[in-house]
Each structure stands twice: as C-alpha cells, then as structure tokens.
C-alpha cells in the first residue's frame, strides 16, 4: 500500500515548524595543539579562526582587551575571531587547544567559559577522551571533534534565549503570517519585519537562529500547505483559490504551486 502523500507532508511540515532550537553548525578544524607543560607568557595576538581550549590539569589566565578569564582544570573557553588577547600559561598546566573555523556565522562573539550543566559536562568529557586518545582512524577522530564543537557552541551561544525574547518574537512572526494567510492577504518577509518594527536582515537571522531555517522559506511553507488544503477539500478553482492565497493571478500562484510540489495545482487536485 502506497503511503500517503498529503499525510506525509503534514507531519513533517509539522515537525519542522513545532522545532524551537537546533541550529547545526559546520565545524572545520584548522589544528590541534597541545598537551604543552611548559610555563610561558603569549604575545599579544589575533587570529581569523575560532579557538577552543579544554584544560586538564592547572589554571591559566587570558587577557582580553576590556576584561580576563581565568579558566579551570574542567572547564572549556571559547575564543571567537577577533578578539585580540594574550595568555599567561603557568607551568605545569595541562590544556588542549582546538582551532577552527565556522560556516555561515557572520555574528561577533565574546571570549567566554563555557557554563557547566549536566549536557555541557557530558560533551566536554567526550572531547577531553578523545583528545588525550591516540586514534589511528585521524579522520574519524576529528569528525567526532567537529561534531562536539559543534554541540558545545550551540548550548553555549544560542541555546541561551531558548526561552526568552527571541521566541516571543517568533512566535509573534508565526501569528502574523497566519492571520495575513486567514485574510487572504500576500505576506512577504519586509510585511513581517514593517508589522514588527524591524529590519528584514535582523529578523531573518533570529528566525534562523530559533527554527533553523530561513523565515522567507518558513512563509513559503504555510503558503504551500494551505494551497493544498484548497485543493483537496474545498471546490474553488485554481483562479479562485490565488485569489484566496494573496496571489496576483492563476499563473502565479501555479509557478509557485509546482516550484513547492514539483507538479501543476490541478494535476495536484486531480491525484
């Protein structure tokens, strides 16, 4: 028996659009350093990648530009690019750093110690087993490096307002686009951002950021699903229903129907 088509895409639409979190971010090691045990002082320096250390044994300190950190043995810091800084790295120390880079994050980011919860402990001892491990299989151990990273950064600089403002104004997004559907009004993502006092680049990455997935893509989406509905369930012809969806004509409305679905609207109705 064929599995349903229209069921199908109702539960994976609602189990995109119901995500309050994730947003998966590609890692890409530049190198790792380290364990070191000698007792120096750092000049001075900047670097265009992200760097993250996992210390063992020993504190040290690290001098940014307008404050310090003075990590644990047990802790994980986090240095985003461009943060001029220096370290004061006392004998006896025992710390692995991680250099990397990260796609599609254009945002500036504080140097920080990553906060201790029981997720963030539990992937901080997978990185520190890993590291202190001599792995024959290299590329396998740096996937898992990367993936970790990933995970770490995630909790620690997004993970933050899960419950916060920025879901508040998602959610505010989420209603607005719906009533503009209900009214059989066009939305676009500058109706969403003039509605809410925004610019359309801010709320576009705070969407992103919350739901993992543009807001423009998320509009589409709604329209699509609520096209079909038409469709199915109700007699208005193709000309009637872009009238409903905010379309300007029937041929519009069509393009878009198979740019979503891959098929013409009434080929759609007729299966």
């Known amino acids: 028996m064929p599995w349903p088509v229209h069921d199908s895409w109702n539960q994976h639409l609602d189990e995109l659009n119901s995500k309050d979190y994730s947003r998966p971010l590609k890692v890409s090691l530049v190198r790792i350093e380290g364990p070191f045990d000698l ?13 993250m250390s996992v210390v063992q044994k020993k504190s040290f300190s690290v001098d940014f530009d307008r404050f310090k950190l003075t990590p644990e043995a047990g802790d994980i ?14 004998k006896g120390k025992k710390a692995w750093t991680v250099k990397f880079m990260l796609d599609d994050i254009t945002e500036q980011f504080e140097p ?17 087993e890993i590291m202190v ?14 993936h970790l990273i990933s995970a770490l950064l995630d909790l620690h600089f997004f993970n933050r307002d899960i419950d916060g403002s920025d879901i508040d104004l998602v959610k505010k997004v989420r209603h ?21 006092k925004l610019t359309s680049t801010y709320l576009t990455r705070v969407f992103k950021k919350q739901l993992g997935i543009p807001l423009k893509v998320y509009i589409d989406q ?22 409903e969806m905010g379309f300007s004509d029937a ?4 393009r878009f129907f198979k740019r979503m679905s891959g098929t ?3 080929s759609y109705r007729q299966k």
């Open 133 to 146: 491990e001599d792995h024959e299989a290299a590329v396998t151990r740096f996937v898992l490096i990367e």
């Open 77 to 90: 810091m986090v240095i985003p690019p461009q943060n001029w800084h220096y370290m004061h790295l006392e």
């Open 222 to 243: 709604q329209r699509f699903d609520m096209s079909r509905k038409f469709l199915v369930y109700s007699d208005l012809n193709i000309s009637q229903i872009a009238g």
């Open 112 to 128: 920080g110690i990553i906060e201790k919860n029981p997720e963030t402990m539990r992937l901080a001892q997978w990185l520190s």
């Open 251 to 254: 041929f519009t409305f069509s």
């Open 39 to 51: 007792g120096w002082t750092h000049v001075r320096h900047v670097h265009p990648y992200w760097q």
């Open 264 to 266: 013409s609207p009434s």
């Open 176 to 196: 607005f686009i719906q009533l503009r559907l209900q009214h059989c009004l066009p939305v676009q993502v500058e109706d969403v951002a003039k509605e809410l």
